[in-house]
């Protein structure tokens, strides 16, 4: 995809405190590491809280232009310090799970347009990427080899997108134009591979596994940069 660093950080939902187990993954620097820490950059640092309260993407450079809008001053010498010494260029993107909250942070090595879009059109790809890892560091920590759910199928996610979206199972079928019971069929093989009780469940288990995530690409903001 033509990035260059990454960071990856989760943190249980039941405990956001600063002393909270984290989970960390990244390629950034030892250097940059331990400068952040040395000066404190977390205490001025608006992405996390960003991402404990937004689900869309945002670009370092909607952060910066932010800070320097509302006079943020520590914020805006973090993000000169950041982009002269470790990334010219991130898009980070929230992740909410069902019982963790994560980070996924990428950088480019210009602040240029092209570099912008490359970031833009990869963005889809971007996400899935952080979803994968999200579900990768879950199955480390439950001590599980394997999957974290058998792969849906396209068919069953858009039966699964209509029913999360309350429509009934004859709503379904006329939308779709196909019959009941395959509609039916197709919320039974969905509700096996996600090892559902009822269709409530099911529903719950997709969207704890992000089942939707692209629909996120549709509402992504309008700040990431072109």
């Known amino acids: 995809l033509g990035l260059d660093l990454f960071f990856y950080k989760e943190v249980f939902r039941g405990d956001l405190s600063d002393s909270a187990n984290i989970s960390i ?24 809280e960003y991402t404990v309260n937004n689900i869309l993407p945002k670009s370092s450079n909607d952060f910066y232009e932010e800070a320097f809008k509302s006079k943020k001053h520590k914020t805006v010498e973090f993000y000169n310090d950041f982009f002269e010494n470790c990334a010219a260029y991130t898009v980070t993107i929230p992740i909410h799970g069902s019982c963790n909250l994560g ?39 439950l001590n599980k080899s394997k999957p974290f759910d058998k792969e849906l199928t396209a068919k069953e996610i858009k039966v699964l997108e209509l029913l999360a979206n ?61």
Do not use: C
Request: no cysteine.
């Open 25 to 48: 993954l990244t390629n950034i620097p030892n250097e940059w590491i331990h400068k952040y820490r040395s000066m404190n950059y977390s205490d001025v640092d608006p992405t996390w």
């Open 103 to 141: 980070s996924f942070t990428v950088s480019v090595k210009e602040n240029t347009k092209e570099h912008h879009d490359r970031i833009d059109r990869n963005l889809e790809s971007l996400i899935y990427i952080a979803h994968h890892i999200y579900d990768a560091v879950e199955r480390i920590k």
């Open 166 to 226: 309350g429509y009934l199972i004859k709503q379904i079928a006329d939308i779709l134009s196909l019959s009941i019971p395959t509609i039916n069929s197709r919320i039974e093989r969905a509700k096996e591979k996600l090892n559902a009780k009822n269709r409530d469940h099911l529903i719950q288990l997709a969207v704890a596994k992000n089942v939707f995530y692209k629909n996120i690409r549709k509402m992504r903001a309008s700040t990431i940069n072109h």
